[in-house]
């Protein structure tokens, strides 16, 4: 087993599942309390004060996204809406998921306002280590229309010990990932429905029979090992731990279960079948490029969302004789996780020059329709038009670039408000999976668990560089000796330390999720 391990290198994956696999999840002690809060209410009173009367307020806002196309052009305009209304103006810094960038800006404030936070971006640990404003009772004492405009059962699922650090994003996204294929292939060569993992196995022998020349299926990077967490009832956490959310185990360590053994075992069978590339780190293109290029005949790697947007879409121009369609995961495991509101929102670095500028611009954003339609679309007739049953189409095309929807990372994924947003054309695409994942969605409150491990850094060290040399490889079908490979790995685990991080980390979630539910 040993000299088969050794053949294996690292691999360092970006796939969501994968990163949260490979992250710690540690922190320091919350920075909360009397002195913090009465602290940041003090600057911001100086910073209030010193502004003249009458004054325009600019605020700098920092998003994940590239600079969009006509992007100047569209906060003019957004602008003189704000200015007429708050008598403040706004500048969009997009850092393009540039983790770097990210952190010097929390750091040293460079005079931003507003930053997007995520749960994928260390949001938790961030707020645990005091690198955003408290607000709770700023938003209740200087924007109260804010806090009344957002549920409070969102507000609860954003507590941190009892504080906000983030407005909350108040989405119906539903999140899981599945399995898009091409339903012109199924039809073309009478493959069976796609309804479980034995049909979509069917489809892969069935392509690689009829259509030799291309790959039945793209995973880039541990999807196969996320599929059976879904479709097992398994929450990913950080640190080679799980959460149960069908049943009353809690958190677990994955590895040492029956779905993960069960998805190293299929992920080995379906790149030894040819099913899947059995080298998932040479390729330079995600799953959307493949399966665009026609050289791929399903993907596993993208939620409804995502790949509608990735995929659906573009493909209607480049690929109009194809049919698309997708089966999810989470519908097929019937367990569902809805978008938490603390998955993608916004916050204030503590340094934040205008705080409650900042929170008054946030509750436009959530009131205005004018604002967020121009920001969540562009400009009318030139980057978009409105269809005749009221749903947003793209005027994008490579003859005349265009702003494409979401792409200022203020609206929609980002930060969601669904009564304020046009629906995109085809959006039918969308709706017909929802409504299949609909009846299975299950409590999203472990999503927002501020995991602190602090008192078990030296285990998590270790417990992560296992995850790198061993689990990886595992996941993504590259040993041989699955049998073999999860014992070594489990062995590995143990005296790395895991139970101690599994008894720390399975206690803190225990009381956390009881004070969410107020039991």
């Not at 296992?466 to 079908?477: D, E, K, R, T």
């Amino acid at each position: 087993m040993k000299k088969i391990m050794k053949k294996v290198v690292s691999v360092v994956f970006c796939t969501a599942a994968a990163i949260q696999l490979l992250t710690g999840c540690g922190a320091k002690k919350a920075l909360v309390g009397e002195e913090t809060t009465q602290t940041a209410a003090g600057e911001t009173g100086k910073k209030k004060s010193g502004k003249a009367e009458g004054e325009t307020i600019h605020l700098k806002i920092a998003t994940c996204v590239a600079a969009p196309k006509n992007m100047d052009k569209i906060v003019e305009q957004a602008n003189a809406v704000l200015k007429e209304k708050l008598n403040i103006t706004i500048e969009v810094v997009p850092l393009a998921f540039d983790g770097s960038k990210y952190n010097l800006l929390l750091t040293t404030g460079n005079d931003v306002d507003l930053i997007y936070t995520a749960t994928w971006a260390k949001f938790q640990t961030n707020a645990l280590d005091g690198a955003y404003l408290p607000l709770k009772e700023m938003i209740q004492k200087e924007v109260p229309e804010l806090w009344d405009s957002i549920p409070e059962e969102d507000w609860k699922k954003c507590e941190i010990n009892g504080e906000i650090y983030n407005i909350p994003s108040t989405s119906d996204d539903l999140i899981e990932i599945g399995f898009t294929y091409r339903e012109d292939l199924r039809k073309k060569y009478n493959l069976p429905e796609i309804t479980d993992i034995a049909s979509m196995e069917a489809y892969f022998a069935g392509i690689k029979e009829y259509e030799p020349t291309m790959v039945p299926c793209s995973d880039r990077g541990g999807r196969v090992n996320e599929m059976f967490q879904l479709l097992n009832g398994w929450y990913a956490m950080s640190n080679n731990l799980a959460y149960d959310l069908k049943g009353d185990q809690g958190v677990v360590v994955y590895s040492k279960t029956d779905s993960f053994k069960k998805g190293v075992e299929t992920a080995r069978e379906w790149v030894e079948n040819g099913w899947i590339d059995s080298d998932i780190i040479s390729a330079n293109v995600d799953s959307a490029g493949q399966f665009l290029s026609g050289k791929y005949a399903s993907t596993i790697s993208y939620a409804t969302g995502e790949a509608f947007n990735l995929i659906y879409s573009p493909a209607l121009t480049s690929n109009p004789d194809w049919e698309i369609k997708m089966v999810n995961f989470g519908a097929m495991g019937q367990r569902v996780l809805k978008k938490h509101p603390m998955h993608t929102a916004f916050g204030l670095p503590k340094a934040s020059p205008h705080p409650v500028e900042a929170l008054k611009f946030m509750l436009e954003l959530r009131t205005n329709q004018e604002l967020y339609q121009l920001l969540d679309c562009g400009i009318l007739g030139e980057d978009y038009e409105v269809t005749d049953n009221g749903n947003y189409k793209s005027l994008n095309s490579a003859e005349h670039p265009a702003f494409t929807k979401e792409g200022m990372g203020l609206t929609g994924f980002y930060y969601s408000v669904p009564e304020l947003s046009l629906k995109p054309e085809h959006y039918e695409f969308i709706t017909s999976v929802y409504d299949t994942m609909r009846p299975y969605v299950v409590d999203n409150t472990i999503m927002g668990f501020p995991a602190d491990d602090d008192s078990v850094k030296a285990e998590v060290t270790a417990v992560n560089q296992l995850i790198s040399q061993y689990l990886n490889p595992l996941i993504n079908g590259m040993v041989d000796d699955t049998d073999g490979g999860i014992t070594d790995l489990n062995e590995r685990m143990d005296q790395a330390g895991i139970e101690k991080i599994h008894e720390t980390i399975s206690s803190q979630a225990k009381a956390y999720t009881k004070a969410i539910k107020g039991e």
